[in-house]
């Protein structure tokens, strides 16, 4: 169960539902996925090793550290357990730690996945991430996600804590809240030319900052420790975020076309396109006041 510490200054977004411990207690949460909440799912992931995976030496495998299997959905569990092995090989892991590591894997995601399914049953599912992310993190810079290069496409995003210590999240504001606070108070010329992952990145940048070493914004935030074995969705484009601390997870990720969303207009590029012009008519409108 997460500890919650909930900032007043912020819109309380958080939705705890310990009944769903499998597939047959789940239903779809998409409208609340897509509705910028962080739905966790406390008694969802069962049977996880947390000893083993707290335990796993990634200083002695740097390569563990973001391990993403590049496996497709439905392989069937031998070929699978074939090509995870091959990939352990292939980063030097020794044989005892890749059979425990497949092991645990592929139990775990023998029961998330489904669950996962229909949790976002409303979506078609298109290419898959699953990136078991074993690397110590401290102390990010907040952020809502951008890309280097726009992405058209939605994904569902799940995660799991397989470590025996809290995940510490600090989150802030939703990506809603930051367009409402920053309408008009962008000179639009300097939004002119850009392009909507651009303004996108410049909504996130004005709020909190470039890089990891500007994480000293003052924004409010409220606070989760996500605990072991804890599972949670957030769309984090849509819901600004930062991993205070943590040492071992897992995330499984999606892309969905963006026609298949329950809303499409809640797509990252569309809020920064309408942002765009909401900051500039805001602007008009001031002008013919004046
Ligand atoms: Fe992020």
């Given at each position: 169960m997460p500890k919650l510490f909930v900032n007043p200054n912020l819109p309380d977004y958080f939705l705890s539902v310990p009944e769903v411990t499998s597939v047959a207690s789940a239903r779809s949460y998409v409208e609340e996925y897509e509705s910028a909440k962080v739905v966790v799912f406390p008694g969802l992931a069962k049977g996880i090793d947390h000893e083993f995976w707290a335990a796993l030496d990634t200083d002695r495998y740097p390569e563990l550290k973001k391990f993403s299997p590049i496996l497709q959905p439905g392989v069937e569990p031998n070929e699978e357990r074939h090509q995870l092995e091959k990939a352990l090989a292939v980063r030097a892991v020794d044989k005892l730690t890749a059979n425990a590591l497949v092991e645990q894997f592929q139990r775990l995601m023998a029961h998330l996945i489904p669950a996962y399914r229909a949790i976002f049953a409303d979506y078609a599912f298109d290419r898959w991430k699953i990136m078991l992310r074993l690397n110590t993190i401290m102390a990010?810079?907040?952020?809502v996600d951008t890309y280097k290069k726009e992405n058209e496409q939605h994904f569902a995003r799940m995660f799991v804590n397989l470590d025996t210590q809290p995940r510490i999240w600090h989150t802030s504001w939703r990506i809603g809240d930051m367009v409402e606070r920053a309408i008009?108070?962008?000179?639009?010329e300097q939004l002119d030319g850009l392009s909507r992952g651009q303004v996108w990145s410049r909504l996130n940048a004005n709020f909190f900052g470039q890089n990891s070493r500007e994480w000293w914004d003052e924004q409010p935030r409220h606070i989760a420790f996500f605990a072991p074995g804890d599972v949670w969705i957030v769309d984090s484009r849509q819901v600004a975020h930062q991993i205070f601390y943590g040492r071992r997870a897992l995330s499984i990720d999606f892309s969905v076309p963006k026609q298949l969303m329950k809303d499409p207009s809640l797509h990252y590029l569309e809020i920064a396109e309408r942002f765009r012009a909401d900051n500039s008519a805001a602007h008009d409108a001031t002008r013919e006041l004046a």
């Open positions: 990010e810079n907040m952020h008009g108070t962008i000179p639009p």
